[in-house]
DNA sequence: TCTAAATTATTCAACATCAAACGATTGGAA
DNA sequence: TTCCAATCGTTTGATGTTGAATAATTTAGA
């Protein structure tokens, strides 16, 4: 989308390659949602197990923050998964404020089936950057993301 | 977050950049909308006036396309900027099934006053990056993006 | 100890988002 | 001309998302 903004060539530049990078982003997302590699979940269903997944059970405050997410938006997802039996709360001995969220067997089932599907898909929608382009995005990337946000 | 994923390194390498890459749009979009240089409006609200601005009235259908939405959602969407009267919807005289959507006086208003405080407020984020910085950046999304998605 | 501040999870209202179903309309083909 | 397929916008149901308010609990400080 031509953003036909016609002052300051800096703020042109960051703005089409800002317009760039959402669109990339929903593109790419698009196109593996279409992909069907989530299975029957939404992309922050598909979040929430796979970081139960690789770092284990935790409470709903830290999932937020993993996920960049609201705590009130973590209980509703988490509500969703539980009544689906992929998840389960679990009250902290030492806390009382605290549930502790972990994957159910099943739940434990279905991203371990799914998981390495969405990765192959991730990375046949990366193979058109080479290794080196790759760095070279994540260091651009890594660049713009820190700044206290 | 790191993923760990144990597998082949092209996949790992992927599923990184792939990581970086959300959060990155993550971690600046929640910078500009802590700025306030959307007013009142929402993300999409912003979306639909800046493209009505610069592109001129369109059918609805295709502010869908360009801002890559469901058309049930731009529905809503012009339904609740019309609300406020920043938007109006213009029967076609052609074409009984199209609705054309067009600024009103207090749409463009709006749109011109904080168009600007957006652009800058994008300069300023990108100014972390040289101008070759950004245009490396751009190259690498366009081949990310370039997949018929 | 007692109290104030901070943390955690939930709830609510408003808006976003999609997919699917639907009705109205248009355009083309038989 | 008549009918069928495609297009456009709306509606509905389910889920996501935030920010603000709230309740329960913990922690730290006076």
Redesign the interface.
């Known amino acids: 989308?031509?953003?036909?903004?016609q002052?300051?060539p800096?703020?042109a530049?960051?703005?089409?390659?800002?317009v760039?990078?959402?669109?990339?982003?929903?593109?790419?997302?698009?196109?593996l949602s279409?992909r069907g590699t989530t299975g029957s979940l939404t992309i922050t269903q598909f979040g929430v197990l796979e970081?139960l997944y690789?770092?284990g059970p935790m409470p709903q405050c830290e999932l937020a923050g993993?996920l960049?997410k609201s705590s009130g938006n973590i209980t509703l997802v988490v509500d969703n998964l539980e009544k689906r039996g992929l998840v389960r709360r679990v009250a902290d001995e030492h806390d009382r404020r605290i549930s502790r969220v972990e994957l159910t067997p099943a739940g434990l089932a279905l991203i371990e089936e799914i998981f390495?599907k969405h990765?192959?898909a991730?990375?046949e929608?990366?193979?058109?950057?080479t290794?080196q382009?790759?760095?070279?995005?994540?260091d651009?990337?890594?660049?713009?993301?820190k700044?206290?946000?």
């Open positions: 989308m031509p953003t036909h903004y002052g300051d800096q703020i530049s960051a703005l089409d390659v800002w760039k990078l959402t669109r990339a982003v929903d593109s790419i997302a698009s196109r279409a970081v690789h770092l993993k960049l390495p990765a192959q991730v990375a929608e990366f193979s058109v950057l290794p382009e790759q760095h070279q995005l994540g651009l990337l890594r660049k713009l993301g700044r206290g946000g």
